[in-house]
């Protein structure tokens, strides 16, 4: 059991209301998006995490746009956003994922809610990506539950 799965599992045990998640999914490389936002939907209540809505974005760069929205929503406590940016042959993906993450951030600390970035790139190739679904899609839900938690004491 990571830190995370402690303090998501004794956090459970205290908390009253749900932790209300919005998820922003892009829709580039769809198989493994999906499979990203079934892995958080399962999880999400194992946290005492709630499902609000999801949002679909194009690609990882139109994600924050969306995620500026969800962070507006009184009824979101806090934003997972999931992506996949596979390499190409120039640096595309390092500026796709730089420019949303950190657009990500900025959004997060603005709102005073908590993003989980589970966006898997850059330089990362399909194989490689695969095999880093399940880590960074529960990773983006254990991240937010923690920080949200930790800052309303549940």
């Known amino acids: 059991m990571n830190e995370f799965e402690r303090v998501g ?16 999914r892009s829709l580039f490389r769809d198989d493994l998006t999906q499979a990203m936002e079934a892995l958080v939907r399962t999880r999400a209540p194992e946290l005492n995490a709630e499902i609000t ?9 139109e994600t924050p746009f ?13 934003v997972v956003v999931l992506g996949v940016v596979i390499r190409g042959e120039t640096d595309h993906d390092r500026v796709v994922v ?28 399909l194989g490689g990506a695969e095999k880093r679904v399940t880590e960074y899609a529960t990773g983006a839900l254990d991240a937010v539950v923690c920080s949200w938690n930790s800052v309303h004491g549940r």
């Open 9 to 24: 599992l004794a956090v459970k045990q205290n908390a009253q209301k749900p932790v209300r998640v919005a998820i922003v």
């Open 53 to 61: 809505e999801t949002f679909l974005a194009r690609g990882v760069l």
């Open 66 to 78: 969306l995620a500026r929205h969800a962070f507006q929503d009184e009824a979101v406590d806090a």
């Open 98 to 125: 730089e420019h949303a993450t950190r657009a990500l951030v900025e959004l997060s600390l603005k709102s005073g809610k908590p993003v989980g970035v589970g966006i898997i790139g850059p330089g990362v190739s």
